[in-house]
C-alpha cells in the first residue's frame, strides 16, 4: 500500500494522520455522543496516544486509518481505514471509520470503505476483512452490508456484531 502517499477518491483524500491533526479528530473522537456506540478518547492525550500507536503499526503493518479529509475544502471529517487493533488483538485486519457528525449521511463512509476493499483486495491481498457494528448503528451496518459484509456472530462482551468480507478475488474463484 502507498504508505506515505495520498490516496483520493472522488470526494476525499485519505492522508497519513499527523500530531497536528489530533485537536481536530478530537472534536468527535472524544465526543460521547459522536463515539456512542463505539469507544471515545478520554483526553486529547487519550487521542493523540492513540493516533500514535496506529501509526506505530503503519510501519510494521504497511496500513493503518487515515485522517479523511475534503477534498474540495480541506477540512478534516473523519478517521478510519484497515488495521490490526493494537489495542485489542486477535481479531485480525479490521476496518472501522469514524466520522465528525457533520459529516454523517453523505456517504463518505461508503467512499473510503471502497477503497479499503480495493486495497485489501488488491494490494495487500487478504483473505479477508473484518469490522465491528452495534446492534443500534444502523447506518454502519448499511455500509458494512452494501460492501459485500457479512454478520458472523454477536459479541456480547463488545455488544457488537462481528461482520466479515472474503477477498473478492478469493470469492469470484470459489
Known amino acids: 500500500?502507498?504508505?506515505?502517499?495520498?490516496?483520493?477518491?472522488?470526494?476525499?483524500?485519505?492522508?497519513?494522520?499527523?500530531?497536528?491533526?489530533?485537536?481536530?479528530?478530537?472534536?468527535?473522537?472524544?465526543?460521547?455522543?459522536a463515539m456512542r456506540h463505539t469507544h471515545a478518547c478520554a483526553s486529547l492525550r487519550d487521542c493523540r496516544r492513540?493516533?500514535?500507536v496506529h501509526e506505530w503499526r503503519r510501519r510494521h503493518d504497511g496500513?493503518?486509518?487515515?485522517?479523511?479529509?475534503s477534498k474540495a475544502g480541506g477540512q478534516i471529517?473523519?478517521?478510519g481505514g484497515l488495521y490490526d487493533d493494537p489495542f485489542d488483538r486477535g481479531w485480525g485486519?479490521?476496518?472501522?471509520?469514524?466520522?465528525?457528525?457533520?459529516?454523517?449521511?453523505?456517504?463518505?463512509?461508503?467512499?473510503?470503505?471502497?477503497?479499503c476493499l480495493?486495497?485489501?483486495?488488491?494490494?495487500?491481498r487478504l483473505p479477508e476483512v473484518r469490522a465491528f457494528a452495534h446492534p443500534e448503528n444502523s447506518a454502519s451496518r448499511r455500509v458494512l452490508e452494501k460492501a459485500g459484509f457479512e454478520v458472523v456472530r454477536f459479541v456480547p462482551e463488545m455488544e457488537r456484531f462481528l461482520y466479515r468480507?472474503?477477498?473478492q478475488d478469493a470469492r469470484a474463484a470459489a
Do not use: C, Q
Request: glycine share 6%.
Open 118 to 124: 480495493t486495497i485489501a483486495d488488491h494490494a495487500l
Open 165 to 167: 468480507r472474503h477477498r
Open 1 to 33: 500500500m502507498a504508505n506515505g502517499v495520498d490516496i483520493e477518491t472522488p470526494r476525499l483524500v485519505l492522508r497519513r494522520p499527523s500530531l497536528s491533526d489530533v485537536p481536530a479528530l478530537f472534536e468527535f473522537l472524544g465526543d460521547a455522543h
Open 93 to 115: 485486519v479490521e476496518v472501522a471509520y469514524f466520522f465528525h457528525p457533520s459529516a454523517w449521511g453523505r456517504g463518505y463512509a461508503s467512499e473510503m470503505m471502497t477503497t
Open 77 to 79: 471529517l473523519g478517521w
Open 50 to 52: 492513540k493516533v500514535a
Open 63 to 69: 496500513y493503518a486509518p487515515w485522517t479523511i479529509a
